[in-house]
């Protein structure tokens, strides 16, 4: 063999060699994420045992116990130092508390201590170590409607979550019916948010969970509500079909928008108190807060809409879609300033800002009582204003279109309540 082929072939086989390196690297860094994510807290009955409830003044409360909040390295992050990055993403603290953090040890990658200018890698798990004070809700029991070997319908009240999110955990539909009716592995085949009442459809069997799953997203089910709007809401049937564009995903904000996606929500008087209406809303498209984004633009906000119905949105709290003019940036400064990201603006999903605590100042608006703990909210400032109030059809039919969501049956409503029918601030 010449010296030139030996050299081609010492040559081919470093550059096999250099691009078997990367392959193993990824090989490696998937196991590890496998691992990391192994220890990942789960709906476990360690996890359902780690702490219980206590029933004071009508709400239903959490005694305190340590929690670990993990998420992995968003690809924004890759290379920057830790601390950077969580005084930038996690404005809940200053700098100076996740740097105190970080040299106690409680704020870890991959469960290891790392100095502050440590650079963040693909898959790096981070994990903080917090003492955790849950968010009281209402002590109104979750009552089951109905349950078979397939679902169980349940009647959600206000101010409860679903599933664990943000500062929920064991206040949370699913944690209070594996802990006290010992409902354990619920399938979730669709949501109300925290601010509804109304049934709700759980599975009990994959094959069940699946099929009312494919009827939701080919928009088999249909879902009403109803809310109480500000005003005297016009008569017939009123159909809104603005489009609706989110404006920051991060706080789960919403407006009208030519830019926005096409939706389209019928509105219907029930009744009028002299100042409010009641009003049945039925919701075609499945956008994010559709409901309430329509009836602000319609100019008959969700009575009491913490988000919605403020004049952070102008003047005219958003009517035909006037904002006073503001800059998409402006309106999400505007509404963070004014409000804790996580006590106001309702973030209850899996939200870079509802990792941490809120800071005890912010909580001090002076609208309501403050909680004992410092990131409590007050919930006599979460009144719903609306509820889900669905058709009564059977379940047991195998025709989709009678296979209805949260619908075996409707619950009572009083047109003539003062404050709020039922409960939602969801769509």
Not at 25 to 53: I, N, V
Not at 198 to 220: T, V
Not at 252 to 271: A, I
Request: proline letters at 6%; one cysteine or more; hydrophobic letters at 30%.
């Amino acid at each position: 063999m010449s010296e030139k082929d030996k050299n081609k072939l010492v040559s081919t086989e470093k550059r096999k060699a250099d691009e078997s390196e990367p392959v193993k690297d990824l090989k490696k860094a998937k196991l590890e994420t496998k691992a990391l994510k192994a220890k990942r807290p789960g709906f476990t009955d360690e996890r359902y045992h780690e702490t219980s409830y206590y029933i004071e003044n009508g709400l239903r409360k959490v005694y305190p116990y340590y929690f670990t909040f993990t998420t992995f390295t968003k690809g924004r992050w890759v290379g920057e130092k830790i601390l950077d990055v969580f005084a930038r993403e996690f404005r809940a603290h200053p700098a100076e508390e996740y740097e105190r953090c970080i040299k106690a040890g409680t704020l870890t990658v991959n469960y290891e201590k790392v100095p502050t200018d440590y650079r963040l890698k693909h898959n790096d798990l981070l994990a903080n170590i917090v003492h955790r004070h849950e968010v009281p809700v209402t002590s109104q029991p979750i009552t089951i409607v109905h349950m078979d070997d397939d679902i169980v319908v349940v009647n959600k009240p206000a101010s409860i979550p679903v599933h664990p999110c943000g500062r929920y955990r064991h206040n949370t539909v699913v944690f209070i019916l594996a802990k006290e009716y010992n409902l354990k592995n619920l399938r979730t085949i669709h949501r109300l948010d925290r601010l509804t009442s109304g049934l709700l459809l759980f599975g009990r069997s994959p094959k069940k969970a699946r099929q009312m799953e494919h009827q939701i997203r080919n928009r088999q089910v249909q879902k009403e509500y109803i809310c109480r709007v500000e005003g005297e809401f016009p008569d017939g049937i009123i159909e809104c079909k603005e489009p609706i564009e989110v404006v920051s995903y991060k706080i789960g904000v919403c407006k009208v928008s030519p830019k926005g996606k096409e939706c389209t929500t019928t509105f219907q008087k029930l009744g009028y108190n002299g100042s409010s209406s009641v009003v049945l809303c039925k919701p075609l498209t499945g956008r994010m807060h559709q409901i309430r984004v329509h009836l602000q633009y319609l100019g008959y906000p969700v009575v009491n809409d913490p988000l919605y119905n403020h004049e952070v949105f102008g003047p005219s709290k958003g009517r035909g879609g006037d904002i006073g003019g503001k800059s998409d940036e402006q309106l999400v400064k505007d509404l963070i300033n004014i409000h804790n990201a996580e006590n106001w603006l309702g973030i209850d999903g899996d939200s870079e800002l509802s990792m941490f605590k809120p800071m005890k100042n912010d909580l001090e608006d002076g609208k309501g009582p403050i909680l004992s703990d410092d990131d409590s909210e007050s919930v006599s400032r979460e009144a719903s204003p609306c509820s889900e109030s669905p058709r009564p059809v059977s379940l047991g039919s195998e025709s989709p279109n009678e296979n209805m969501c949260a619908s075996i049956l409707s619950p009572n409503v009083a047109l003539n309540a003062s404050s709020s029918v039922g409960t939602s601030t969801s769509n």
